[in-house]
């Protein structure tokens, strides 16, 4: 008997009719379109309110929505370097109250004998400064003071100290700990007898808690999530978020990101704590070697829009490009040593490639050991995850299109069985899973005893590795 759904049998009337069925239309497997969404702080400038997701479409949208020089102004304007048709959503936060401002200050040292250019970085932006011969102190601090405001998307606002006029002091536009990711830095061209005293932004405290913005959002489906802030609270609420979506019952996967630029024992430290397979911590060691800085929320931005733009969830992400993020200087770069240290201890960790570009290593998670404490590879890769998800989206979208308002007969199960089945087959194609015919015997779809109506389905799920190593040996032959 062939189901109609819109043509009764208890008709009466003669005719010809005509329905149209769609359930077969889809025999392809699902787009794997990402969405990336960042989570930020927010000035009071900004039109959008606190806690409401927004889309983003370039960089002016962010300085109007989010406030100019604001965390999410900030790495929207990275996130869209590093992709410019990123899917980009973002959600502000108002500083936590009771938090306070990071803060550093360069003094200038003068007479300038000679004139020429002096160069201020305020993290990886560049603030030019003319100089002219004969320059006291006072002027050269008052000439950087006059150029900051041709460069408004910055995250610090600028003032001469009150107490001393070669003084210019810096505030972090956002309150807490943001704020001590930015890095002030100089050059000069050209400019002799100019010094220049810096002191590096410290003291921003309390940052506001995610859980209320990603609740915000917890019914929406992002698939990379970025977070601006790298504490242990932070990140392990972006954890439970995203475990929590990913579940089974919600199925709106996704993966959270933090980055990290400070000491590498950091990084590992914090990654151990969060132990997730959906969490990754993307590690470019800067110090006061490299002048020129990325924010860290700003790496981590630029990654995010860089993976979104891989539609391939099983494709390995060693060596791919962040644009727009400048290199770390070469006392700055991760040894191998470290570099395994980092992979072995769920860390991501970048390096610095030919041209000075700036790439990733390894894309790995950060959970290394399983709830025994054994250590445990299997969700090691970003990409294993990611293609898990793939594959349950794939399934539950055919399944759902297939069998809408169907019934359990004695042929269901099987019917079921082969659209799983040739799921896995155009999965293999796709390279994304390897091995079907290995393990079809292993494809069981049975009525459960307990539950009237429902079918269990055990799929086995042979996710194609990435090539990662290539070992050679070379047999001498004389």
């Not at 240290?341 to 970048?350: D, F, Y």
């Given at each position: 008997?062939?189901p109609?759904?819109?043509?009764?049998s208890?008709?009466?009337?003669?005719?010809?009719?005509g329905?149209?069925?769609?359930?077969?239309?889809?025999?392809?497997?699902?787009?794997?379109?990402?969405?990336l969404?960042?989570?930020?702080?927010?000035?009071?400038t900004?039109?959008?309110?606190?806690?409401?997701?927004?889309?983003?479409?370039?960089?002016?949208?962010?300085?109007?929505?989010?406030?100019?020089?604001?965390?999410?102004?900030?790495?929207?304007?990275?996130a869209?370097?590093?992709n410019?048709y990123?899917?980009?959503y973002?959600?502000?936060?108002?500083?936590?109250?009771?938090?306070?401002?990071?803060?550093?200050?360069?003094?200038?040292?003068?007479?300038?004998?000679?004139?020429?250019?002096?160069?201020?970085?305020?993290g990886?932006?560049?603030?030019?400064?003319?100089?002219?011969?004969?320059?006291?102190a006072?002027?050269?601090?008052?000439?950087?003071?006059?150029?900051?405001?041709s460069y408004?998307?910055?995250?610090?606002a600028a003032?001469?100290?009150?107490?001393?006029?070669?003084?210019?002091?810096?505030?972090?536009?956002?309150?807490?700990?943001v704020?001590?990711?930015?890095?002030?830095?100089?050059?000069?061209?050209?400019?002799?007898?100019?010094t220049?005293?810096v002191?590096?932004?410290?003291?921003?405290?309390g940052?506001?808690?995610?859980?209320?913005a990603?609740?915000?959002?917890?019914a929406?489906?992002f698939?990379?999530?970025?977070?601006?802030?790298?504490?242990?609270?932070?990140?392990?609420a972006?954890?439970?978020?995203?475990?929590?979506?990913s579940?089974?019952?919600?199925?709106?996967?996704?993966?959270?990101?933090?980055?990290?630029?400070?000491?590498?024992?950091?990084?590992?430290?914090?990654?151990?704590?969060?132990n997730s397979?959906?969490?990754?911590?993307k590690?470019?060691?800067?110090t006061?070697?490299?002048?020129?800085?990325?924010?860290?929320?700003?790496?981590?931005a630029?990654?995010?829009?860089?993976?979104?733009?891989?539609?391939?969830?099983?494709?390995?992400?060693?060596?791919?490009?962040?644009?727009?993020?400048?290199?770390?200087?070469?006392?700055?770069?991760?040894?191998?040593?470290?570099?395994?240290?980092?992979?072995?201890?769920?860390?991501?960790?970048?390096?610095?490639?030919?041209?000075?570009i700036?790439k990733?290593?390894?894309?790995t998670?950060t959970?290394?050991?399983?709830?025994?404490?054994?250590?445990?590879?299997?969700?090691?890769?970003?990409?294993?995850?990611?293609?898990?998800?793939?594959?349950?989206?794939?399934?539950?979208?055919?399944i759902?299109?297939?069998?809408?308002?169907?019934?359990?007969?004695?042929?269901?199960?099987?019917?079921?069985?082969?659209?799983?089945?040739?799921?896995?087959?155009?999965?293999?194609?796709?390279?994304?899973?390897v091995?079907?015919?290995?393990?079809?015997?292993?494809?069981?779809?049975?009525?459960?005893?307990?539950?009237?109506?429902?079918?269990?389905?055990?799929?086995?799920?042979?996710?194609i590795?990435?090539?990662?190593?290539?070992?050679?040996?070379?047999?001498?032959?004389?």
């Amino acid at each position: 008997m062939i189901p109609m759904s819109n043509i009764p049998s208890s008709i009466r009337k003669p005719g010809v009719y005509g329905e149209f069925n769609t359930s077969m239309a889809m025999q392809g497997l699902p787009a794997n379109q990402q969405k990336l969404l960042l989570v930020g702080q927010r000035l009071a400038t900004g039109a959008v309110p606190a806690n409401v997701p927004t889309q983003i479409l370039s960089g002016e949208d962010a300085a109007l929505f989010f406030g100019r020089g604001s965390v999410i102004h900030r790495m929207a304007n990275a996130a869209l370097f590093a992709n410019r048709y990123a899917q980009l959503y973002a959600i502000g936060m108002d500083d936590a109250a009771g938090s306070s401002s990071a803060a550093g200050s360069v003094k200038a040292g003068g007479p300038a004998t000679s004139s020429g250019l002096l160069s201020i970085f305020v993290g990886m932006d560049q603030v030019n400064v003319g100089i002219a011969s004969g320059d006291s102190a006072n002027a050269i601090a008052t000439n950087i003071l006059a150029a900051m405001p041709s460069y408004p998307h910055l995250p610090v606002a600028a003032a001469i100290d009150a107490a001393d006029a070669t003084k210019v002091n810096f505030t972090a536009k956002n309150k807490g700990t943001v704020g001590n990711q930015v890095n002030l830095g100089y050059a000069q061209t050209f400019a002799a007898g100019v010094t220049l005293t810096v002191v590096q932004m410290t003291g921003g405290a309390g940052d506001p808690n995610l859980a209320t913005a990603l609740a915000n959002v917890f019914a929406a489906q992002f698939q990379i999530i970025a977070v601006a802030t790298n504490d242990s609270a932070s990140i392990t609420a972006l954890n439970t978020h995203v475990t929590n979506v990913s579940s089974a019952l919600e199925r709106r996967p996704g993966i959270g990101l933090f980055g990290m630029t400070g000491s590498l024992a950091s990084a590992t430290t914090l990654s151990g704590q969060i132990n997730s397979g959906r969490i990754q911590n993307k590690y470019l060691r800067y110090t006061g070697a490299t002048v020129c800085q990325a924010m860290a929320m700003e790496i981590v931005a630029g990654y995010g829009a860089t993976k979104a733009s891989i539609e391939d969830p099983s494709q390995p992400l060693d060596n791919v490009v962040i644009p727009g993020i400048p290199p770390s200087a070469v006392p700055d770069r991760l040894s191998r040593v470290e570099q395994e240290t980092c992979l072995a201890n769920g860390v991501s960790p970048l390096e610095v490639g030919p041209g000075n570009i700036v790439k990733v290593v390894r894309a790995t998670t950060t959970y290394t050991l399983n709830p025994a404490g054994v250590p445990d590879p299997a969700l090691l890769d970003v990409t294993t995850i990611c293609t898990l998800d793939f594959v349950r989206d794939a399934m539950t979208q055919r399944i759902a299109l297939r069998f809408a308002g169907a019934k359990i007969s004695a042929k269901t199960p099987d019917r079921v069985r082969d659209q799983i089945l040739d799921v896995l087959l155009q999965l293999e194609r796709l390279e994304m899973v390897v091995g079907v015919a290995q393990y079809e015997k292993d494809v069981v779809v049975e009525k459960n005893i307990q539950a009237v109506g429902r079918l269990d389905c055990k799929i086995p799920t042979p996710v194609i590795p990435g090539l990662h190593i290539v070992a050679m040996r070379f047999d001498l032959i004389l």
